[in-house]
């Protein structure tokens, strides 16, 4: 299965199905239920957080055929909707401004907006990365903007709003799309993974809602990516896709952490560092690590905190290797870690800040 099926897929279709941007939802289905809609909003935020798909359903919400007083949802199911789900709707027009720069799109907007909306109510102008777009397209914008015809509404999206033009942004109604949590994303790729009667290990989705870094897209991609490559999405197929480095290798590491074999540790990060992993994010990694150590430490029965993003094996291997340290030796550790975090931005070798550490660690 090629991996952009599942985002657009699973691309919300109306308001309830999107992810965590609760306050943003209330106030559009507000607006669309007291007929108060704006002539041009502003949509911005992190890459994936669901700023187009908002877009696509307010447009929907908007120009539905079959959309009743007091309901604010679309439909779905109408010309207008199917229209627009498909990309064939003459009155919902997007375009990317990353793309081009958007002049050529802009001149014929300026055409295209005199002529009145086929379909629905409003003609809607979808503008993605719209920071992209040239002076002379935000030029042409910008007088569409100053008197628009009583039937255009622009929603612009944007990853980047500093960029925009402050006489653009004078003139848009402003939404801040955020990152989403990784429980959200989680549950989004479980919903997916079950319909798809694929399976899981849940630590593994955790791990690609971490990687994504609150962009629903991103893991969405992810998981289709993993898909192609193993029948079952498992922790281990996870970590080897990312690249990065795996709850094992970090576990042999505190083995000869706990050993306090300098010589070994030494030889093993020069050995992370000549194949090519990035050792900073190494030291978080470690970090976490050790972290679930602590909790282990302060009480076995804590491990359900764990269970989210460890499999019970590995719960299993950290209770074993939770026996052969203490408490303090586990605190001191991470103290010591902490401490060297802020080094990398400053020394050219990036081994040193965590050689500096493992000294510190294994001569207390
Ligand atoms: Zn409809």
Redesign the pocket.
Known sequence: MPNVVFYRKYRPQDFSNIQDQDSIVKTLTNAILNNKIAHAYLFTGPRGTGKTSTARILA?AI?????KDKEFE?????????DINSGSSLDVVEFDAATNTGIDEIRALQDNAKIKPVNGKYKIYIIDEAHQLSKSAYGALLKILEEPPEYIIFILATTDPEKMLKTILSRVQRFDFKKLSIDKIVKKLESILKKEKIEYELPALTLIAKESDGGMRDAESMLGQITTISKKVTLEVVENTIGGIGQNKIADFVDILIEKDNMELFKYVDDLDSNGYNLEEFLKSLIEYMQNLLIIKVSEKLDSILKKELSNDFILKLKKQAEKTDINFVKNSIKKLLDVQGYFNVVLNQRLPIEMAILEITQD
């Open positions: 929907k120009n539905c055929l079959d959309r679309p439909c779905n199911k109408c010309q207008s909707c199917t």
